[in-house]
């Protein structure tokens, strides 16, 4: 019998969508195959330590870790592993706990989804699902992925880029540069976050200050953009590596005036937002949306599986690119696997693909060489 693939299943993190993560992980660890794959949860905590038990998972969502264990991923190819820490004699010895063949991270925003994690993955040498590091770290942080989709040609809305320093020191000179570039309604957004975690919709200065005061408790940097009127919420699922492919359009209609943190996550049963698989567009609007969405996923070198979100507008019918997700919302029935699964492709199998997907970019770069030997 083939032996199993070991499949460590990150989740948790540092990040103001802890509690995402939570969701998305026990999803895709029910549906994992049992038969190609043994599963080995790794919860993160919210200060950044990586605890394994008997159910990490539940560990996080109590947060309560009296039954679990510190381990570590030493950024060390030459000791490959998970490896656990123990006390001996009053210092934290390391003893190996297990074998590594891939790591699925399912870490939205910071320190999962941004490149740092990855980075990590890379020192040691270990296949992960996703995109690589520049990947990562360029679509998380929105302003700089802006400005490589308008090196594109991609269309985008107008938006002004500041620092959170800036806010605090020169407050009105900041609010006169937004008013004057720009007019209301208004979306602020922290930079680097996701699931609508700190964004806020501005009808006037009032408003515009709170916005920037939320914005800036999760980022140093913070986007201010144009809304698009009566804007329609259009996203695209891509998957692959040299040659990804982009599955028909969905539409979300948010149970709230955006789809912020809670149409996300928290409104259910009637008060629930609705998603439309396939989006009601025309034809020649389905293959734009789509094109879109594989030409902004070149454009940083995506690889493995990304969400990108578009908006498009009801009154003029123009189409802007909002953002690209590496890590999206990874539940059965969030928009990602939905679409997917309108194409034939069940959960379990999208997961045992992007496992392939992981596997064979690991191959890919392995045939890079590392070393100049002089003779």
């Known amino acids: ?81 998970l490896w656990r820490l123990e006390p001996r004699e009053g210092e934290a010895c390391l003893a190996l706990l297990s074998r ?4 699925f991270p399912v870490l939205h925003g910071t320190f999962g989804e941004d490149g740092a994690l990855q980075g990590l993955l890379e020192l040691a040498d270990v296949p992960y699902v996703g995109t690589g590091v520049l990947a990562s770290a360029v679509a998380m942080d929105k302003i700089v992925f802006k400005q490589v989709c308008r090196a594109e040609g991609i269309p985008l809305t107008q ?30 957004k922290p930079a680097n976050l996701g699931s609508s975690v700190g964004i806020s919709r ?12 939320e914005a800036a408790r999760y980022d140093r940097r913070i986007l201010v953009e144009e809304a698009v009127p009566a804007a329609r919420e259009i996203e695209v699922s891509v998957l692959g590596n040299e040659a990804p492919r982009a599955s028909l359009p969905g539409e979300i209609i948010p149970s709230r005036e955006f789809y912020d943190y809670a149409a996300k996550y928290l409104d259910e049963g009637e ?60 539940t059965s029935i969030s928009m990602y696997a939905r679409l997917w699964e309108a194409a034939g492709i069940t959960y379990p199998m999208l997961l045992s693909g992007l496992i392939d997907l992981a596997l064979e970019r690991h191959a890919e770069n392995a045939r890079t060489l590392r070393t100049l030997r002089r003779f």
């Not at 590594?100 to 790591?103: A, F, G, K």
């Not at 969405?293 to 498009?312: K, T």
């Open 1 to 81: 019998m083939t032996e199993r693939v070991r499949v460590v299943v990150l989740f948790g993190g540092r990040s103001g969508e802890h509690e995402v993560s939570l969701m998305s992980a026990q999803s895709v660890m029910e549906a994992l195959d049992p038969t190609r794959y043994e599963v080995l949860p790794v919860g993160i905590t919210r200060e950044g330590a990586w605890i394994v038990g008997d159910d990490p998972l539940a560990a996080l969502r109590r947060e309560d870790f009296a039954g679990t264990r510190p381990v570590t991923l030493l950024a060390d190819p030459t000791r490959r592993g």
């Open 159 to 188: 938006d002004v880029a500041l620092t959170r320093r800036r806010w605090e020191r020169e407050p009105e000179a900041v609010l006169v540069k937004i008013e004057g570039r720009l007019p209301y309604p208004l979306f602020v």
């Open 202 to 213: 501005c009808d006037d200065r009032e408003e515009l200050r709170q916005g920037l005061d």
């Open 271 to 330: 008060e629930a937002s609705d998603l439309l698989v396939p989006a009601p567009l025309d034809e020649a609007m389905t293959q734009r949306v789509r094109e879109l969405a594989l030409q902004a996923y070149r454009a940083i070198d995506g690889a493995g599986m990304a969400r990108v979100d578009f908006l498009l507008s009801g009154e003029t019918g123009e189409l802007y690119l909002n953002e690209l997700n590496t890590i999206p919302g990874f």
């Open 100 to 103: 590594v063949d891939v790591v």
